[in-house]
């Protein structure tokens, strides 16, 4: 049985762990409101911009020079990128090991092509790092400020391999923010561009050739999923945090508890045995 001291040591532990998640929990509730500002604010931007060039791939859709835009072609997918956006800490649930496993998932699900990874994110590198991965990049700590420039140029490096016929594909998995206790791990193709056009397309008035529009907006539209991407994921990973926090105050509250519980039972006990002692030495001594 542990004495005293060894219960009161460990409850005085168990406290300083409740302060320390009670804070990280607070923190990641600060981040996610600014976070989920700025993801759902990017969402309209993004889905206008997919119409836009639904709509204007249907007014070039008769242009055959409109097919000669490397980002449109198609190829047999032999040589992939895959890009896996993680989170740069842990304590945050599943949040990492759910992206790692989906990005496992989809090499096993091509063993004919050769994929090569780009990593955004320190457990993610970490982790390929240890194993036989072909790690083509890594970047570390986009997540803690989300700037568009900085992930544009990653964008940029990947339109330029598929442009080279380097890549025949581009890959994205990340968590996608759905609330503050769901994530939803996604896996989206990026490049080659895939335009789905509407029923009833905008006949556009166009004031330069159409095709050259097109030309100009596909690569804004793959920086932007990239930039989408990273903000979803920075999202879901606060809001894995805050939730992982809170529910590791609430079981070291329960521990403490339990604990405190066990100490008065503890000492109620050693008081009944001091008590039996004295008394046994009183009766003995008469």
Do not use: C
């Not at 989906?102 to 063993?111: K, L, M, S, V, Y």
């Not at 979803?232 to 809170?246: D, F, G, L």
């Amino acid at each position: 049985m542990p004495s005293l001291i060894d219960i009161r040591r460990r409850i005085r532990s168990v406290k300083n762990t409740q302060q320390i998640t009670k804070a990280m929990k607070m923190v990641s509730a600060a981040k996610l409101r600014r976070a989920q500002d700025r993801v759902i604010a990017s969402r309209p931007y993004g889905a206008l911009l997919r119409k836009v060039l639904a709509n204007v791939a249907v007014a070039v859709s008769g242009d055959e020079s409109a097919g000669a835009n490397p980002l449109l072609a198609r190829r047999e997918e032999r040589h992939i990128l895959l890009v896996l956006i993680t989170g740069d800490k842990g304590l945050a649930g599943a949040f990492n090991s759910n992206t790692i496993k989906g990005a496992q998932r989809f090499i096993a699900e091509h063993p004919e092509a050769a994929v090569q990874l780009e990593l955004l994110g320190r457990k993610g590198r970490d982790f390929f790092r240890k194993r036989a991965a072909t790690i083509h990049g890594e970047q570390i700590g986009l997540a803690a400020k989300v700037v568009y420039e900085d992930v544009a140029v990653i964008a940029r490096q990947a339109m330029e391999m598929y442009r080279a016929e380097e890549i025949d594909a581009v890959y994205l998995v990340y968590n996608e923010f759905k609330s503050v206790v769901a994530q939803k791990l996604m896996q989206s193709r990026v490049l080659p561009v895939e335009l789905t056009v509407e029923q009833t397309p905008v006949d556009y008035i166009f004031e330069q050739p159409p095709a050259e529009m097109l030309d100009a907006l596909l690569p804004r539209y793959v920086e932007m999923e990239f930039y989408r991407a990273l903000l979803e994921s920075a999202a879901a990973e606060h809001a894995a945090r805050m939730t992982a926090m809170e529910a590791a105050t609430s079981n070291a509250g329960e521990m403490i508890e339990k604990l405190t519980l066990y100490m008065n039972r503890v000492r109620q006990a050693s008081i009944t045995k001091e008590i039996i002692e004295v008394v046994s030495g009183a009766a003995a001594a008469e």
